[in-house]
């Protein structure tokens, strides 16, 4: 390569990532179908969930089309390169000293694509499997907080072990603390909310769930560390991003249907009353 096709990634321009991405036939696809499927389920969802009356069981419904909300936004910053940078990775690293061939324009800059965006997604869309998952199991409001604020001290030290680049170590660091906040989050949906389901007589499907979440969260997880942010086994940001788009698929989309269905034909066991959630009660007339 000659030394004046070779920038640095500080001065890669916001437009340059987003034709970078819009001629990146494995990277855009990872990002664009997702844009559709996002839209798509979520006038699926509110078409299913259209008819609900009752408070609790249109709470759980919401919190699930929410996801979708969540994800036609984060996605589309992906797609216009407002949430991807180019990172040149600290020494030590298997991407430091890599380059990164700009595909709209041929130019070669310093560093490896990363799509951090993905993290703020992740930080808004788990919440709200969570917070689903705790309602489905009839947990109580402590043990939904708990998960919900650990999941989301997951994503911000995921975060910033995406970001770091000071040192190799830290970033293994930042990847340490985030998988112990993680273990904090499995422990509540594998111990302490199928007792409460199986009170709650929600047994089934939250087994269910449970199950499709914990293995998908896992395979997040081993995703990162073998992906070009991780130790680099998979090189390639296009293969990185499609499996990572792959796993929303199904732990949001699928997960998504699954709820709203069985939601949408079990009110009487999920339901809470018209009076749940009334933030003041209610006047009787004399």
């Known amino acids: 390569?000659?030394?004046?096709?070779?920038?640095?990634?500080?001065?890669?321009?916001?437009?340059?990532?987003?034709?970078?991405?819009?001629?990146?036939?494995?990277?855009?696809?990872?990002?664009?179908?997702?844009?559709?499927?996002?839209?798509?389920?979520?006038?699926?969802?509110?078409?299913?969930?259209?008819?609900?009356?009752?408070?609790?069981?249109?709470?759980?419904?919401?919190?699930?089309?929410?996801?979708?909300?969540?994800?036609?936004?984060?996605?589309?910053?992906?797609?216009?390169?407002?949430?991807?940078?180019?990172?040149?990775?600290?020494?030590?690293?298997?991407?430091?000293?890599?380059?990164?061939?700009?595909?709209?324009?041929?130019?070669?800059?310093?560093?490896?694509?990363?799509?951090?965006?993905?993290?703020?997604?992740?930080?808004?869309?788990?919440?709200?499997?969570?917070l689903a998952l705790g309602l489905l199991a009839g947990s109580n409001f402590t043990k939904i907080f708990t998960a919900i604020v650990f999941d989301i001290g997951v994503m911000i030290t995921g975060l910033a072990a995406a970001l770091t680049t000071s040192s190799h170590a830290m970033r293994w660091v930042w990847y340490g603390i985030s998988v112990t906040f993680f273990l904090v989050v499995i422990y509540i949906l594998l111990v302490e909310w199928p007792a409460d389901a199986r009170e709650a007589g929600t047994a089934d499907i939250f087994n269910t769930l449970k199950v499709l979440t914990v293995v998908l969260w896992f395979g997040y997880t081993i995703w990162w560390g073998l992906g070009n942010e991780g130790l680099a086994l998979i090189e390639s940001v296009g293969i990185t991003s499609w499996g990572y788009s792959a796993f929303d698929i199904l732990a949001k989309y699928l997960f998504s249907f699954l709820v709203i269905r069985y939601v949408v034909n079990n009110v009487e066991t999920v339901g809470g009353g018209l009076d749940y959630g009334r933030t003041r009660p209610v006047r009787s007339e004399d």
């Not at 096709?5 to 990872?30: C, G, K, M």
């Not at 996801?67 to 589309?76: E, P």
């Open 1 to 130: 390569m000659s030394h004046s096709t070779l920038i640095a990634a500080q001065q890669i321009p916001q437009e340059a990532l987003f034709r970078h991405v819009l001629n990146d036939p494995l990277l855009s696809s990872s990002i664009y179908v997702n844009i559709a499927l996002a839209g798509v389920s979520l006038f699926v969802f509110v078409a299913m969930a259209r008819g609900l009356v009752d408070p609790r069981a249109k709470l759980i419904a919401v919190s699930v089309i929410g996801i979708s909300a969540v994800s036609i936004a984060s996605y589309t910053g992906l797609a216009s390169g407002l949430t991807i940078s180019v990172l040149e990775m600290p020494t030590g690293h298997a991407m430091s000293g890599a380059t990164t061939e700009l595909a709209h324009s041929g130019e070669v800059v310093d560093g490896t694509i990363s799509l951090w965006g993905r993290y703020l997604t992740w930080a808004l869309s788990t919440p709200l499997i969570l």
